[in-house]
């Protein structure tokens, strides 16, 4: 069975799945990272709502990607979890 990177790179070889995929990326970025975050520190959903206020509701959606947070909302994420919000602009050439 293939892994999801797996996948994704024989997908990625498809030029109208790359450019589909190059307009999500940023938000599916943001994705995995609230969600590697919840994970890394060992949280659930329901315990990251506790810390933050948050309903686990909202996080349910934020994490399946049918919200999208505003600053305030990730900077309310990275507090619960005791980590600091860096957002970035890298230039292309650097990727």
Do not use: H
């Not at 994704?8 to 599916?28: G, V």
């Amino acid at each position: 069975m293939k892994t999801l990177n797996e996948f994704l790179d024989q997908q990625m070889q498809d030029p109208e799945f790359k450019k589909e995929y190059e307009k999500i990326r940023p938000e599916m970025d943001i994705i995995r990272a609230i969600v590697d975050a919840r994970v890394s520190n060992n949280l659930t959903q329901k315990e990251l709502a506790d810390r933050t206020g948050i309903n686990q509701a909202d996080i349910s959606k934020l994490e399946n990607g049918t919200r999208n947070p505003s600053l305030r909302l990730l900077q309310r994420l990275a507090d619960g979890m005791d980590m600091v919000l860096k957002i970035e602009f890298i230039p292309k050439s650097k990727i």
